[in-house]
């Protein structure tokens, strides 16, 4: 029932201070003006630790990194916020002089979650090879080797999940889109939209609405999306110019990067210095303030109540947290 009341109409956000995810907050489905109230932040979840930063969410379960990708000694955790459970995930020994990126998947096909994690060693040599490991939730007791990607990744390539397939961008060229598919444990390339002039490293993968979207942030003046209406089908691309002329002008020159689709099409999208929050309506070509106080970087988040111990089996060691309600 939570689930359909709950649906992508009035998604949830999870906020953070800088990296650290702080806050999740919810826009109500029963307030008749939702972007012109002020909406009250309080913690009303619950993280394995404290400053911890978001890999990734599927289904209401949240992939969590502590520490810094470089650090020997970070950690990776599987949590339900909302019920206070939290799994951590056994990294595997590593070397000094590596370079490490996470993302966190999950397939319709087989049922099954997925931690999925590109390694780098001596990444500062050249040429750098990326070889890809993966975790089944439940299943592995180990990391598997499931080969190479064709370029390095960076911590944040797993923003792109559409349908269990993460997706990343060839950081030298602008033509090609790389996938990494969670059932077929595949990696496949697609093409990215024709003529391109904007250089990969500035442009950002998201998935909107069900759908791989290749956003260009940078001009003063608009935000390009393209939109692959057909997965998989290079010639479906079809680009969208929002105007940013309705967006106030003092933050109008700021990159706006989009986060989820919502009521009647509207686009939420953050500031990219994560001072803002705003959505989009493609019918009236109108910016509205989300008035999110204070600012905060925001991502898309389903809540669930389903138990980390569906995925992981009861005999497997889920731990918890409370925080006292005041």
Known sequence: MYHKRSSSNFPCLLLSIGYPVQFLVELKPDDPYPLKSTIALSPKFHLPLPDMRLIGSCNGFVCLLKGCIYDLDHSVYISNPLLGEYFKVKLPKRKKRICVAYAFCFSEVSRQYKVLRSVVSNFDRHPQVSELEVYTLGVDKKWRYVGEAPQPLSITFSKANVNGVVHWMNSGKNDSIYSFNSWTEEVKSLLAPRGLKTP???????????????????????????????????????????????????????????????KDGEILMQRYSGTQVVSYNPKEKKFTKVKVYPGHVAASYNPSFYSLKTVIGESSQVSYVYRRLT
């Open 200 to 262: 990969s490293y500035k442009l950002v993968l998201v998935e909107l609405g069900n759908c791989l979207c290749l956003c260009n942030p940078n001009d003063s003046e608009y935000v390009d999306i393209w939109w692959m209406k057909e997965y998989g089908i290079a010639e479906s691309w079809t680009k969208t110019r929002i105007l940013k002329d309705t967006i106030q002008p003092n933050t109008r020159w700021d990159r706006f990067i989009p986060i989820s689709t919502w």
